[in-house]
């Protein structure tokens, strides 16, 4: 019988204990010890990725963490495949999977990755896409648990466009048991469907336009860039963001120990003020570098 692979795709996907056992080996991999008694578990292991868009943290981390882990990497994009002349991503996932034990992708429509996912036979990761980035999300939890304990029933202020993330922030927050504040215009809303599931599960998500409301004694402030790759219209797109910059004013509503996340790229003095992005509230450095240690755990889960 052919079991299903393990893939990441959504958090919604994935149940909560899962999740938290993702987190865990992610944490023991960055204290250097050994999973189930091997140092390096992916030994002989491979790893495809493919991206559509461009990337940096993704990109390194993934290659670094599969290596560290004992296995290896082939980084592909399109226009360098035959998807780029139209071979269709079903038959692209059946011969990956000849090669290779797990493929990450990153793109643009949701639809591409489930047709990937539905026709691979080894385990597909989502490394970002118009919808969602859950992976970031991984690596954003073990960050806010470091610097302040446990996230459940700790409140979460995400100031800024309704896009990927948000999404991914909405899931979490259902998975993990803490209350997500949405400030975003109302041209640019978070998505409604996340907002329904994760009420559904039992989350509170409080969505409004006003910053202040959204922030006002929160544990953690977050917030992406305006214009998201492939987004157009970045300059209708600043103006219905600037007044969600978050700046020392608004992190001065949040609770006293409040930090500041990002998933970067970022882009000082549009979403985020320098002073914030670089001050001693900001955990966007231990954020980025626990890509690589969540990313283990991820690579772990799905080829174990
Ligand atoms: N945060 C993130 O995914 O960064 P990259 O686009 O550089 O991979
Ligand atoms: N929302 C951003 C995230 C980048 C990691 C984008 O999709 O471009």
């Not at 450095?285 to 755990?297: I, M, V």
Request: overall charge negative.
């Amino acid at each position: 019988m052919i079991s299903t692979p393990r893939h990441f795709l959504e958090l919604k996907d994935v149940a909560s204990s899962e999740l938290r056992r993702i987190i865990d080996m992610g944490a023991l991999f960055k204290r250097g010890e050994k999973l189930n008694g091997a140092a390096q578990p992916l030994a002989g292991r491979a790893l495809a990725m493919i991206f559509e868009k461009p990337s940096t943290r993704t990109r390194v981390s993934f290659e670094i963490a599969m290596k560290q882990l004992g296995g290896s990497v082939v980084v592909l994009t399109p226009n360098e495949m035959q998807i780029g002349r139209g071979e269709t991503i079903a038959d692209t996932a059946r011969v990956l999977s000849r090669y290779v034990d797990a493929i990450m992708m990153r793109t643009t429509e949701n639809d591409k990755l489930a047709e990937l996912a539905s026709f691979a036979e080894v385990p597909v990761i989502n490394g970002l896409t118009d919808h969602s980035h859950p992976c970031q999300l991984m690596a954003d939890i073990m960050t806010f648990e470091e610097h302040r304990g446990d996230i459940g029933g700790r409140r979460i202020a995400w100031c800024g466009d309704g896009n990927n993330m948000t999404r991914s922030w909405i899931e979490a927050a259902a998975r993990f048991g803490f209350e997500m504040r949405l400030a975003c215009p109302p041209e640019l809303a978070p998505p409604q469907d996340a907002i329904d599931w994760a009420t559904d599960q039992g989350a509170t998500i409080v969505s409004t336009a006003d910053p202040d409301e959204a922030v006002d004694g929160a544990d953690c402030v977050v917030t992406d860039t305006w214009v998201s790759m492939g987004d157009t219209e970045a300059d209708k797109r600043h103006n219905l963001l600037s007044p969600y910059r978050v700046d020392q004013r608004l992190m001065d509503r949040a609770a006293n120990d409040a930090i500041f996340m990002h998933c970067l790229p970022a882009h000082r003095d549009e979403e985020v003020t320098a002073d914030v992005l670089d001050g001693p509230q900001s955990v966007i450095w231990d954020e980025a570098e626990n890509r690589l240690h969540a990313q283990k755990g991820i690579l772990a889960w799905c080829l174990s």
